[in-house]
């Protein structure tokens, strides 16, 4: 990472190349974020359809601290894009383009785990639903379990006294 996203509020680097170098090491680190955060989308979707949910909480606690660095490094994202778009016309067609091969790449990856993401919520609902309609279910046995569970045996109405 960069100096300035350690210290919010320091300038990045003037003139255009170092626009240029800021802007890189940034999406450099985002990609790696985004990396991460595609791996763990594919052990959270084998997670799902397990029977321990543990693994997936530890999984989803892992992920919201990747998302949470993404959060942090997108306001310096912002703040360089801004910069970039203003000095970029004046810099060489090579970097405008690896820049902007880099911006792909994030959006690319970044699209790639939103779409599991709605297969992994779609998933989750069909879990839900289903568990939903077994405890129904045991609460419907056991309505009918408990109403003829009041009713008792009946005491003998007739005796053999001879025996």
Known sequence: ???SMHRPGRAPLQGSDGWHAEYIAVLDVQRGLYVQLDELSVRQGALIGGDDVQPLLD???ERQTLIDQLLRSSV???KLRTAWESCSPSL???RRDEVSGKV???ARLAAQVSLRDDS???NLKTKLDAVAAELAEVATSRRAVSAYGGVGAAPPKFQDREG
Do not use: F, K, N, R
């Open 59 to 61: 999984l989803l606690e």
């Open 76 to 78: 310096t994202v912002e």
């Open 1 to 3: 990472m960069t100096d």
């Open 120 to 122: 992994d919520h779609a």
């Open 104 to 106: 792909a790449d994030l």
């Open 92 to 94: 060489p067609q090579a």
